[in-house]
């Protein structure tokens, strides 16, 4: 075959073949071309992907511009005298697109240059070779190793229609101008609570609705505690042990049935939120002979598959959803795929756990459970501080604090000495940044007290970071 008028005069054969250009697909494609490769990346929408378009980006977008809102409230108690006249829908939407183009722009430049960008739905026809169709490239792409990157997508409430207007997924919300006024959202995940946190400053009566006992069900339990409360105190409701039995829509507004323990209650709601997590997008790619029960690509620590030369990066592999872990896959597969000698499998324990609500919660490592899951309770000590008492704290007018857990005692830990710190969890303003600390901690086995030996700038968020080192070592300082 041979490629149409007008398509890129190109070989067909490549080192490296990526399907899908979103995160974990144009890491693996960047860092493969940066090893000296020559690599073609097929994306079917746009390079970016997911997170770029319908996900982390115009989340944080309209994230951002809630945060200044609860500002404003605030506003009085500065001494300041503002007048707030409401949002206009049509700016916000297009200072998110601004935002989104921007970064669009410079990431389809620099795939450009560095590998053959061909646009169409890749599909593995057999072992290295893929045929691209819906595009203007018609010549199939040949490679000695083919990288499976096609994300996941959105699911289904069973027994719930969704309709893109009333019935919505995050795809259909999170390009919203106008807010709306009552919202029920389904799933207290990352983005269930980041559209509440959205959503609430803007005006909208919100209602959380969470399966399991508690909001953030994958984080520590203090700071699911944490989180809830703070929502509560914002007027955000939250019903968690609730299900969802039926979604009635009529006349443009739904009326939401949930059961609450041996309770029922009716909520209206002019948008229903469907944020109950994301599903492998691998279907019908050619993979059956990968795939596990569940849709997933069945590969090794290194992102290998059985099948010889194709790999798997980012969602379509069981392991955590998020752009950051699908970057480092991707690095570890093309270094693998490049022959770098002593590659690291990536290790997800230290991967950074993010959900950019209000207080921000981020976390890496083990919680508490899972340590004394792991060491026995015996073994494992935690120590707290709370940003209560830190200045930047409370010029933020957030609660929250920094949480701590160590090996306190087992083998390689001296009698009376504090073991490596085992995970990190923070709740409270920038804890998504804060937790950066937390991830170098586990990463590299680092014990309290070195890292409360580290001088932490004075005043600043961070500082309560080295405050809780040193209470873990047992020198505490300004805490109790």
């Known amino acids: 075959m041979s490629a149409p008028a007008g398509a890129p005069q190109v070989a067909e054969r490549y080192d490296v073949v990526v399907i899908g250009g979103g995160p974990g697909g144009y890491a693996t494609a960047f860092r493969a071309a940066a090893r000296g490769l020559d690599v073609a990346m097929v994306e079917e929408a746009k390079v970016g992907g997911t997170c770029l378009h319908w996900g982390c980006i115009p989340s944080k977008a309209s994230l951002h511009v809630a945060e200044l809102l609860e500002q404003v409230d605030r506003a009085p108690i500065m001494g300041l005298d503002l007048t707030f006249n409401g949002v206009d829908g049509e700016e916000l939407a297009a200072f998110r697109r601004g935002v989104i183009d921007r970064l669009h722009k410079g990431l389809a430049g620099l795939a450009d240059q560095r590998c053959t960008v061909v646009a169409g739905r890749g599909r593995l026809v057999e072992p290295g070779v893929v045929s691209v169709d819906g595009g203007e490239w018609d010549l199939p792409l040949e490679a000695d190793h083919v990288v499976i990157a096609t994300g996941s997508s959105v699911k289904d409430l069973p027994g719930v229609d969704v309709d893109g207007t009333v019935v919505q997924t995050s795809d259909d919300a999170v390009h919203f101008a106008d807010a709306p006024a009552r919202a029920v959202i389904v799933g207290a995940g990352a983005i269930g609570m980041e559209f509440a946190s959205m959503w609430a ?280």
């Not at 790619?285 to 010889?308: H, Q, S, W």
């Not at 000698?341 to 919660?361: F, G, I, K, S, W």
């Not at 609660?399 to 160590?406: L, T």
Request: glycine share 12%; net charge negative.
């Open 201 to 480: 400053p803007m005006g909208t009566e919100v209602t959380v609705v969470e399966g399991l006992d508690r909001v953030l069900p994958l984080e520590d339990a203090d700071v699911s505690d944490a989180v809830a409360k703070a929502y509560r105190d914002r007027g955000i409701e939250v019903l968690t042990g609730a299900m969802v039995r039926d979604v009635d829509v009529a006349d443009g507004a739904a009326t939401v049935t949930i059961d609450v323990g041996d309770d029922q209650v009716l909520r209206d709601a002019d948008v229903v939120l469907l944020a109950v997590g994301r599903a492998p997008r691998t279907a019908d790619l050619g993979l059956d002979d990968v795939l596990d029960e569940r849709g997933y690509v069945v590969a090794d620590a290194y992102g290998a598959t059985a099948m010889d030369g194709l790999w798997a990066v980012g969602d379509v592999l069981p392991t955590l959803a998020l752009a950051h872990a699908a970057f480092v896959e991707g690095f570890v597969v093309a270094d693998r795929i490049a022959g770098v000698d002593d590659v690291v499998p990536v290790d997800h324990t230290h991967t950074p756990r993010v959900t950019y609500c209000h207080p921000e919660a981020a976390s890496v490592g083990l919680t508490e459970v899972q340590a004394v899951e792991a060491h026995g309770a015996d073994a494992v000590a935690t120590t707290t501080i709370s940003l209560r008492g830190n200045a930047k704290g409370i010029l933020a007018g957030s609660a929250g604090f920094a949480k701590v857990v160590v090996l306190a005692n087992g083998p390689g830990v001296a009698p009376g000495a504090t073991g490596p710190v085992l995970g990190l969890h923070v709740v409270g303003p920038h804890a998504t940044d804060l937790v950066a600390e937390g991830a170098l901690a586990t990463s590299w086995g680092a014990l309290p007290e070195e890292l409360g030996a580290i001088s932490h700038a004075h005043p600043s968020l961070y500082e309560a970071l080295g405050e809780a080192w040193m209470s873990a070592a047992g020198l505490p300082f300004h805490a109790h």
